[in-house]
């Protein structure tokens, strides 16, 4: 575990080393008060405890309280202050780590596991940098010290309660495998309830509009009683080490009664020594309990840097070129296969060339990977085999953040900020004057509704754009791409939750957009898609057919079928309980 918490340390546990020795400093000075406590208990016996030695040893505990409180602020402040400031290093770098995968991680995971990565974990670790190892730190140092001390004032009885110490351990090895069972179970179960929980809220509407909320409530109940019961069943697994270890820990103090009266008893051990024995034993008693407490929590953080060193593990989109410029924007496939998953090919031997400022449709069946293309142009994924390449550059080659400037994409599913209309059509290009934002909304028809909106642009969405039609988002994120002028532009079905009349004005809006840009474009409407310079036909992953309208439609093959299904399907109006043609 050590090496773990080194490891997502790297550099930064450095700085924890100050915090760390002003610690140990600490409770050396905290074993000044048992020394002098030692001295008076002597001086007491031995009828030899005057005024001046009651003033010196009050002058010493006072000195080595302020040298405490001194010590204690400054080292327990950097403590807390230090392990905040590495935590936040750690979160940066996670959030920048995850933000350079691919999507099968997303995928791969479910959300309540991506959100007690990026929460539960790294509070974790966060509290055991500022609280549990100083507080640890210090307990080990004090038992480490008093035992040294209790060798001095007498072996044997020393040697005794190192043995009920070492009896202690395996105790504390068990309840660490405990914490380790449990602990994954839980981690799980707490997971899987908080993907339940946010499933639940997210598809309120739709459970609602089938009369299953009773019923999906029902399935996130069971949920909640499912952690509740693991909850109870791991403490009460726990109960069982935890007061046993209490139990011999806290018999330290009966067995130096027991043996160091015996020893009184036989002149072995003299009075002064049995009493000041009977409080260190006290003491270490106190303090192996209270490190009973930071063992668990110790233990309960490998899990957590545990899952922290995994998801580090998970290797990033590779690149060699940081910085770079394309001179073109030509677009090509080259003997391209992907998989989403190991085995299941969903692209294969995929071969095309998309010229500079051309429209290439994508078309096909759901499922023929028309969005798969989509998402490799963005290097959302890495082909498994071949190669594409954007201004004849491979795309392994370049910085991801960097390739995605050059990139405008539209998708199915868009996602809306809960924050201001303004900010939410900003984030095309963060340095946009409020009069270009404004452009873009009318280029993208979203103008109009924007400002019937109360507070207008600055009216705040619901979190996911709730509160907007899905038309009206859609225009949004068309708005986004207007505003970043990038010079590819990716259309995934970019008007479909438009109306005739919005879908129209939207065309005429894209037409502009699309000027002096390579497009890609998915569409299932074909007769979106008539001019477009090449048309690829895509089915079972494979290129089926490839060139513009009119040479598919002489071809009479797949593409020709589509066109004449659809074009019968837009001819049929439904009246009453019959279909019509």
Known sequence: MLKTISWL????????????????????????????????????LNDTLTESKIIIYTAICAASVIYRIIIYRKGYLLCFTRGFDVAHDVRVDLGEHICNLNLGY?????????????????????????????????????????????????????LSQCLVIMISFPILHWSNRLVKKYGKEKRSLGSRMISVVIE????????????????????????????????????????????MYVIIVSFLTPLILLLGSYMLSGNELTAESFVAFMIMSLALSALL??????????????????????????????????????????VSFRNVDFSYESGKEVLHNINFEAKEKSITALVGPSGAGKSTIANLIARFWDPTKGSIEIGGRDIKELNPDQLLRYISAV???????????????????????????????????????????????????????????????????????????????LLDESTASLDPDNEAKINNALDRLMKDKTVFVIAHRLNTIRNAHQIILLNDGKVEEIGNHKYLMKQKGHYYRMVKEQEAASEWIVKGDAIYE
Not at 294 to 323: E, G, V, W
Not at 429 to 441: G, L, S, V
């Open 9 to 44: 340390l790297k550099d930064n546990k450095k700085k924890l080393y100050l915090p760390i020795f002003l610690t140990i400093i600490d409770a050396i000075g905290s074993m000044a008060l048992y020394f002098i406590l030692y001295l008076t208990v002597v001086e007491l």
């Open 411 to 489: 998708f199915q599913e868009n996602v809306l900020l809960n924050d201001t209309i303004l900010n939410n059509i900003k984030i095309g290009r963060p340095d946009a004057t409020y009069k270009e934002i404004i452009e873009a909304a009318k280029l993208a028809n979203c103008h109009g509704f924007i400002t019937k909106l109360p507070d207008g642009y600055d009216t705040m969405v619901a979190q996911g754009g709730a509160s907007l039609s899905g038309g009206e988002k859609q225009r949004i994120a068309i708005a986004r791409a207007i505003l970043k002028k990038a010079p590819i532009l």
């Open 289 to 330: 309990i209270s490190f009973e407490h930071y063992y668990i929590m110790l233990n309960d953080l490998k899990l957590a840097t545990s899952n922290l060193k995994t998801t580090f593990d998970y290797k990033p989109l590779s690149y060699t070129d940081r910085d770079f410029t394309l001179d073109n924007y030509k």
């Open 106 to 158: 997303f995928n791969k995971n479910s959300i309540g596991h991506l959100m007690n990565t990026l929460t539960n974990d790294i509070a974790s670790f966060e509290g055991v940098l500022s609280h549990a190892l100083p507080f640890c730190i210090k307990t080990i140092t004090l038992v480490v010290l008093i035992i040294i001390g209790t060798f001095f004032i007498n072996w044997q009885l020393a």
């Open 200 to 243: 639940y809220i997210k598809g309120f509407k739709v459970f609602k509009s089938h009369n299953l909320t009773d019923t999906h409530f029902e399935r996130l109940i069971d949920t909640l009683e499912d952690t509740r019961k693991l909850s109870i069943k791991t403490e009460y697994k726990m109960a069982i080490p935890n007061c």
